[in-house]
Each structure stands twice: as C-alpha cells, then as structure tokens.
C-alpha cells in the first residue's frame, strides 16, 4: 500500500506541535483529540482502527481496534484528507503534555518502530499501529514501559511524542546503554531490551534509581525522553497543597527538616 | 541463500542501512550502497541472538574500521536457514535456534504463572461458593443453640410487636397439637403462635417459634392442610436454614471483596441472587423434609398437595420469574411433591382427630 508522502513543520521548544502539510488526496492520521488546527479543505474523518487498512473485514477491524485500546490510544483514529482540488492544506497535531516531538521516517528505522505506549501522536495515513507483546516477563514487571508497547510499521512518517527532551541515541554493534526505566520512547527492532539489577543493596535502596537499569544493545537507533511524564506528575502532587503535599526542593535545610512542624511550616512555607 | 536485511557497520547510516545478504558454505558477503561488495570468511563470524523479544539474529565481526552487524528478524528466512545451514555455522546457528525457544518457553510459563495468579482467588471463590451449601452447613452447626434462640428471640421481639396474636382459642390448640406431633424428640423446644391475618401464610423464626396466620387457618379445609404447612415450616427450624442463609450471604460478600476489592453494590446484587437461589433451595429441602415428617407422624400427605394448590390458586399471576423469586413456582413444588410422594409409596395414616369446624370458627 501506498503512503502519503507528507511535509511537515515543528513549532515550540518544549510544549510543541506539529503542522502537516497535504498535497490534494493526500491524508493523515491522528490521535483521537491530538488535533489543534485544520484549514478549509481538509475534511475530517472517524475510522474504527488505524485506516491502514481499509478493505479489512469487520472481525480484523474489531481486533485491530481492540490492539488500540490495549496500548493505550482511542478505539478511533481521525483521518484528515485534503479533498481539495489543488493547492496545499495544512492540519495541526498538538503535544497533549510538555515534551517533544520527534519524526521518525519509517523506511529509514527499518520500517518497524518498537515504541512507548499512549507515544503516538499522528502519521502519514497507511502506517499501521500494533502493539509489541513484551515477551521477557522481567522486562515487562521492572524495564519501566510495561508489557505493552506500540509497533508502528509501515513507509511513511509517523511522530511520537514524549516527556522532556528527546534524545536520540544510535547504538553501534554491541554497544550497551544503561537507561533509568521508564526514560525509553522508541527503538529499532534490533536492539536488545533487556533489565539488570543494580547491582549493589546500598545502590537498589538508596540511590532512588530502583532496583533495576533498563539495558539497551546496539545495533540501532533508539530515543530516549528526559522526564517521564509519570515523573512529572509526582512532582506536581508533591508540591500541591491542595493534595496534601509540599515541594522539598525550595525550603531551606531547617525548613526540609522540619517541615512537619510549626516552625517548619513558615520556614519552608513559600505562599 | 541470499536475503536483504538492515545492517550496521562503519561508513553505514547508524539506523542501518537494508542491503542485500549473501550467505554461502564458507563466506558472508554484502553488496555495499555503492556496490562494492564486502565479503567476510564465516570462521570470523559470530552469530547472537537479540533484538526486542529475542526475535532478531545477529551476524557480527570486527574488522580494521569497525564491528559489523548484520540483522535478520524475518522469521521466515530465520526457519530456512536453521533447515539449510552454511556448515560453518550449523553449530552457532542450532543454538540460536535453542536459546529463542527457551525465550519462547519462558514466555509461557510465565505467562501461565501470571495468569494462574490473577485467576486462583476467582476459582477458589467459584468453588466456595459451588459447595455453599456444605460450608453453610457446617458453619450453622458451629453456632451454638443457646446462641440461636438469643437471635430467635431478638427476632421474635421486633416482630411480636407487629403481629395482632389470638391467644387461648381452639385454633391456638390445635396448632400446638400439630406442632407437638411433628416435633418428637426435636431438641428445640416449640412455641406455637396465632396471628390475626387474612393471608395464607405461615412462618418460622430461628430457635422454634413458629407463628400461624388465621387466613391459613380459614383456607385450610382438613387438619391435614395445615400440618402440611407446619411441617415445612418446622423443617425451616431444624435445618437451621435462617442460620445458613445469614452465613451464606456474609461469606458471597466476603468472599467477593476479597477478591475483586470494594465492589458493594455488586457484591450487595450477587450476594442477595445467591440468597434468592438458596431460599429456593431451603423451600425445597424443607418440602422434602417435611413430607418425611410427615410419614414419621402418620399423618395423610395429601393435605399439603392440597395447600399448596391453594395457595397456587390464590397467587395466580403474581409469580415473578424463578431466578427473582424466594420460593419455587407453585407448581414445580407440586410436581416436586407428587414424585416424592409417589416414590415414598403408601403408609398408615391416622386421621386427625380435630372438631376442625369449631377451629375455624374460634377464629373468625
């Protein structure tokens, strides 16, 4: 099957969003609820699935939809299609969380990307979504991404997002790569994902990095994010009043001693 | 054999670059982009298993510029070559083959364990809840007697008051010498109540009372009839069924909780359909019972067939379905009961000697 060759462009540093730009007929995929922006001449449109294909029968549709809902994204994709006559038209995808987004042109990975569940945010129409069973049960309980990853495959462009800033890694023949879990977006196919516990007891208790590193084995590209969102999002209740909690980080030693206490109170208090 | 694959190396792009293979008894060769082919003596060659899930082969080597990887996740190419190996590699590749399907294996295993796990507390609540009736069982006979008519008094206190009771007339007689015929050598000890009520209804508290509405009375046209109805409602008493009945609705919710955490209103419509299902099964027991009962005092058994086609009678329509409802149908307790009278064959009955007229009209 034949993939839209599409042209696009990144806006923002860290709370981004990708513009995608159609040629007449030409369409695109998209998270349910990851559109920002379309112009006249796009019409948008509800599959049940990924529209990668459509001749699929009802069972293959169900089960794909079904695939859908185990990684983490809508039993629905929304197709937007230039039905124009000429001319270009443009539709915007937005970052639903403050990270970055980053292209990976298919063909150039392989043709297949392993990545984070929930990471899709939109791609050329014909790429189709899948998950990736991780088979290694250590890797699924400790490597940080659970037992469910999303495949991407297909030729065209696909964008993943992701919390913090996304690193890309590329891994030469038997190089390894200890990575904290949870901080893996996307690899290729090729890479070995693998755990290994930290080594020491003193470490695995106190170093806060857990008790397991997430390996990864060249050959291959991966990418990595610097802030996890579920890293983010403790912080943030950390440091809500409202849910009981306060921010350590800004209080002064007495105040981080004692914060439970009076004196702590209006020592470390920041309000 | 001849296949294309992503492969890495210097000079190559770092997300490897698809380039077609070349695997022959002694030599590993590429076709490089600007193709000058490379070709590598399979004696240097060293073959590794990786890749996400362990699905991908590895053909690695070093030379002057840098290591060197070839990677085959093509299942189909992976079986061909395990089937025709170059035999330099036979050995290698064998125990390729090997470690993916011990991946393979462990994957199941684990899997199965896991599933195992989440699915033991459902199975072993499945079981209680299928041999219930032998835990009720059990569970009603540890309560001591002393503690159950503490509990059928609690009751009979509360009810008491809503009750208008007919004391010292015939009818109060003569339930209590029915009563007294059906209870032989019971180790409860039985009161007998009448209560002004126009409904054909008779019931039984935990601990031996049991209380008799006058329209049961009116409808009943022999003695017969109602010591049909004394007799299931007697049985209720001795099976301990109001016991097993709280112990059984206690035990679905437990038991659900433990398992699928706090689901009350779940737990409140499944316990309460289990209950539903055990009072039929009670009724059931208790017309059994009865009618053995029965036997045991020579007393004619077709005067409970005869009331409860009465009471058939009178609640014409008003079945709700069997799953909803606390007793059974009418008429499958009917059926139930010819069978069993049929199957228990004849014995010698002795007629009640009851002026039963004056005990109709003493309540009226």
Redesign the interface.
Same mark, same amino acid.
């Given at each position: 099957m034949a993939m839209d060759v599409i042209d696009y462009k990144l806006y923002g540093e860290d709370m981004q969003f990708v513009e995608i730009e159609l040629d007449p007929g030409e369409a695109a995929i998209g998270e349910a609820g990851a559109m920002m922006f379309m112009e006249d001449g796009i019409a948008m449109d509800t599959i049940f699935g990924d529209g990668s294909m459509a001749q699929k029968s009802v069972w293959g549709k169900l089960l794909g939809a079904g695939k859908r809902l185990v990684t983490g994204e809508g039993l629905f994709t929304t197709v937007f299609t230039h039905q124009g006559p000429s001319g270009k038209r443009k539709v915007a995808f937005a970052a639903p969380y403050p990270g970055t987004i980053v292209p990976v042109n298919l063909p150039?990975?392989?043709g297949t990307l392993?990545c984070q569940k929930d990471s899709f945010l939109c791609a050329a129409k014909g790429v189709s979504l899948g998950i =990736? *069973? #991780?088979?290694?049960?250590g890797v699924g309980l400790f490597g940080g991404e659970g037992f469910i990853m999303q495949k991407l495959e297909g030729d065209g462009l696909a964008f993943v997002h992701a919390g913090g800033t996304l690193y890309k890694r590329?891994l =030469?023949?038997?190089e390894t790569l200890r990575v904290d879990t949870g901080c893996i977006v996307a690899? #290729? &196919? %090729?890479? %070995? *994902?693998d755990i290994q516990y930290v080594g020491k007891l003193k470490s695995a208790l106190f170093s806060g990095e857990g008790l397991f590193y997430a390996v990864l #084995?060249?050959?291959? &590209?991966v990418w990595l994010q610097s802030l996890p969102l579920s890293r983010m999002a403790n912080r943030i209740v950390m440091a809500a009043p409202a849910l009981g909690g306060r921010s350590q980080d800004q209080g002064s030693l007495l105040g981080g001693l004692a914060t439970g206490g009076l004196l702590g109170g209006m020592l470390g208090g920041d309000e | 054999m001849q296949f294309a694959s992503l492969v890495y190396g210097p000079g190559l792009p770092p997300s490897g670059s698809r380039l077609a293979v070349r695997l022959d008894s002694f030599h590993l060769t590429l076709t490089l982009t600007d193709n000058r082919p490379l070709s590598v003596p399979l004696t240097q060659v060293r073959v590794a298993v990786g890749g996400f899930n362990d699905t991908v082969w590895r053909f690695e080597w070093s030379d002057a510029e840098g290591r060197w990887a070839v990677t085959l996740d093509d299942v189909a190419t992976q079986q061909a070559l395990l089937a025709k190996p170059p035999a330099a590699l036979a050995q290698a590749l064998a125990s390729v083959g090997k470690k993916q399907r011990r991946t393979r294996t462990r994957t199941h295993l684990g899997i199965g364990a896991l599933g195992l796990w989440f699915a033991l507390p459902v199975l072993l609540l499945i079981a209680l809840l299928w041999n219930a009736s032998n835990f009720t069982g059990w569970i009603a006979a540890k309560v001591p007697l002393k503690t159950e008519q503490k509990l059928g008094d609690m009751v009979w206190k509360a009810q008491k008051a809503q009750l208008r009771l007919v004391e010292n007339t015939a009818a109060n007689e003569a339930v209590a010498t029915i009563g007294a015929k059906l209870t032989q050598g019971s180790r409860y000890s039985y009161r007998w109540f009448v209560a002004r009520d126009n409904s054909i209804n008779a019931f039984a508290i935990p601990g031996g009372t049991v209380v008799v509405h006058t329209g049961l009375i009116e409808a009943a046209k022999t003695p017969e009839e109602l010591a049909g109805v004394l007799a299931h409602e007697v049985q209720h008493i001795e099976q301990r069924h109001s016991l097993r009945a709280m112990a059984q609705s206690l035990g679905t919710m437990a038991g659900l909780g433990m398992v699928f955490g706090d689901v009350s209103g779940i737990a409140q419509i499944a316990a309460s359909l289990s209950q539903l299902s055990y009072s039929r099964d009670a009724e059931r027991e208790a017309d059994a019972r009865g009618l053995a009962v029965l036997k045991a005092a020579a007393i004619d058994p077709q005067g409970m067939v005869r009331m409860f086609e009465t009471l058939g009678k009178e609640s014409e329509g008003l079945n709700p379905p069997a799953m909803l409802s606390s007793h059974p149908a009418t008429a499958e307790r009917i059926a139930r009961l010819k069978t069993a009278i049929a199957e228990a064959g004849s014995w010698p009955v002795q007629p009640l000697a009851l002026d039963w007229a004056a005990v109709q009209a003493s309540v009226r």
């Open positions: 150039d990975v392989g392993i =990736a *069973f #991780q088979r290694k049960l590329d =030469a023949p038997g690899m #290729q &196919t %090729s890479v %070995s *994902f #084995q060249g050959p291959g &590209t | -």
